[in-house]
């Protein structure tokens, strides 16, 4: 019975993950960049929820200023991620002209680093590193239930929007083949900026979700679920969707079962030992496709 | 079954008027010369060849007029406006469509969905099961396979695709990089004798080739390129006769 509880809290705990994974793999499927400011997304998403859902008063009304601030806060952690992608990823994109070779590699994941420190001190400077206490909007009972249950709706509806919009046939084409996907008239960098938006918009929404089961957001919490987020979008398979989500659901289980062990404090060796034993096993992840990479 | 194609002269209409000039057209890669300078038309109507071998800078040509390299010096006019300043992205609004060597389908896509986003431009239902009917009829084979996962057709089927999925922008001119290149023989004549009617259609057609032979039996007139420069030009028939190309191009 412990162990099924577990998983049950697992699963809710990897569906929050799974969130924020999908925004990696999505990122790294259209231009092949690890973006390393999508954890800070995901904290700076949590500190716009906190301010917005009391902003929209939670004393009068706090179903509707959950509803309303989280919504909020989503299109806010959109824009900074397109602000992110405009000022750091895109200058460097349009310098390499399309080609790559190590440099069109290294140079991106260096920005990208560069950008998670920035955003992760501004929020410092901005918010202070104190932790602040996040309203109790989910009735403890449920809570699971309802993050659960958001996850799944809204993953579904991102596999509408993947494969049953014009938008969705447009990321997956620049994502294979970029210079074709402009002769059939496709603006590719409205494609890649629409992609961190939905990505970012993922990530608040993770970042909300775990904030209302944790009760605390900081400016560093992006660091450890920023990094387990990524760690399950490789495992799941680095640029496949339904990867992002086996890989967070998969973690979140992981976590939750060292946590029924004297090693709870262990949880992210575990994880990062799977993380070894899988890249072993299939170099590409659980779902990932080897060799689809144009070359 | 192969029908034998004489080299056909251009749709009375509209015979003759330009579509497509090129002026002294100069193309770079960093420091080096790709295209030195060619210049270049093509009329309405018609389908003109342009042949030469290896780096000669023929795909560098077609890439240029579609815009997805930059200019260096010169001048390309299509239907009476400087392509210059036009982005690769709005060239299919202007009505050219390049179907790029190597083909360039999505793989990961179905047969489909790559024939909808050569539609992009329209997005509109009907015209777009309008046009998927009329280029299914120029190729029965991508009809057949329209939920196949495009990465799993044979090289032939994907070249096939790639012009389907070019038409499917109802373009004016559409410029061919290599449509034979790595195909077997028996569908590079099904390929050539879609190309022939897609023209009999009113689509003005730039056709690069290697197979300097088909290419010419099936274009009016055509260009020699050679270096970046254009070395010879004229009606395809009399090239096909002429012992230089011979020698060079048709193996003696
Ligand atoms: N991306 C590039 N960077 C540098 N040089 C290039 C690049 N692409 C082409 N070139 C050079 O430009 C010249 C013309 O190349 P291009 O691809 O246009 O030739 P081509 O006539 O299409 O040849 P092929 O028949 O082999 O396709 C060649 O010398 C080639 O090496
Ligand atoms: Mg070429």
Redesign the pocket.
């Known amino acids: 019975m412990k162990i099924l509880n577990a998983i049950i809290a697992g699963v809710a705990q990897g569906s929050m993950i799974a969130l924020v994974s999908l925004g990696y793999t999505m990122v790294y499927g259209i231009l092949k960049l690890i973006n390393f400011a999508h954890s800070e997304v995901f904290m700076m998403g949590a500190f716009f929820g906190l301010f917005l859902t009391v902003g929209f008063g939670l004393d009068t009304s706090p179903m509707f200023a959950g509803v309303a601030g989280t919504l909020a806060a989503m299109v806010l952690a959109g824009l900074l991620g397109a602000l992110v992608e405009k000022v750091a990823y895109a200058p460097l994109r349009a310098r390499s002209g399309g ?1 790559s070779n190590t440099n069109t590699r290294i140079t991106p994941l260096v920005t990208a680093l560069g950008m998670s420190v920035l955003l992760q001190n501004l929020a410092q400077l901005l918010f202070t590193a104190r932790y602040r206490s996040y309203p109790q909007l989910l009735p403890i009972e449920n809570a699971r239930t309802i993050v659960f249950v958001v996850a799944v709706v809204v993953m579904i509806a991102l596999q509408f929007l993947v494969y049953g919009t014009w938008f969705g046939k447009a990321m997956r084409a620049v994502s294979v083949n970029v210079e074709a996907a402009r002769l059939m008239g496709i603006r590719t960098g409205r494609v890649i900026s629409m992609t961190f938006v939905t990505g970012s918009m993922l990530a608040a929404l993770g970042g909300i979700l775990y904030c209302l089961s944790q009760s605390q957001v900081y400016p560093t919490m992006g660091v450890v679920i920023g990094t387990r987020s990524f760690v399950a979008a490789v495992i799941g398979g680095i640029g496949s969707i339904p990867g992002a989500v086996l890989g967070g659901v998969l973690i979140g289980v992981i976590g939750e079962l060292t946590k029924l062990t004297p090693y709870s404090g262990l949880q992210d060796v575990i994880i990062f030992t799977v993380l070894i034993v899988v890249l072993l096993v299939r170099p590409s992840g659980l779902l990932g496709k080897a060799g689809i990479e144009k070359v | 079954m192969k029908i034998e194609h004489p080299n056909r002269p251009a749709p009375k209409a509209e015979a003759g008027t330009p579509l497509l000039t090129v002026d002294n057209l100069a193309v770079s ?2 420091g ?1 010369k ?1 295209l030195k300078g060619i210049s270049l038309n093509v009329n309405r109507g018609e389908i003109v060849a342009m042949i ?10 077609l890439k240029t007029i579609a815009r997805l390299l930059p200019i260096s010096s010169g001048k390309i006019n299509y239907d009476g406006r400087d392509l210059g300043p036009v982005s690769a992205e709005s060239l299919v609004e202007y009505g050219v469509s390049l179907v790029p ?1 190597g083909r360039g389908i999505f793989p990961n896509l179905t047969v489909r969905e790559n024939l909808e986003l050569g539609a992009w431009n329209h997005k509109s239902k009907s015209v777009i099961v309008e046009t998927e009917m009329e280029v299914v009829r120029l190729f029965p084979r991508i009809g057949e396979r329209v939920k196949q996962v495009a990465g799993t057709l044979s090289g032939g089927e994907q070249q096939m695709l790639a012009i389907a999925r070019a038409l499917m922008a109802r373009p004016a001119m559409l410029l061919l990089d ?1 449509p034979s290149l790595g195909i077997a023989p028996r569908l590079v004549a099904d390929i050539f004798e879609a190309v022939a009617r897609i023209a009999e259609a009113g689509t003005t057609i730039l056709l ?1 080739e ?1 197979n300097t032979r088909l290419a010419l039996k099936y274009s009016r007139r055509a260009y020699v ?1 050679r270096t ?1 420069e254009i070395a010879m030009s004229g009606n395809s028939k009399d090239l096909a006769d002429n012992e230089e190309i011979k020698a060079a191009y048709l193996g003696g």
């Open positions: 080609r | 890669y960093g080096i790709a030469g071998a290896n780096g000669a800078g023929k795909t560098t040509t060597e290599e690069v290697q390129l970046g």
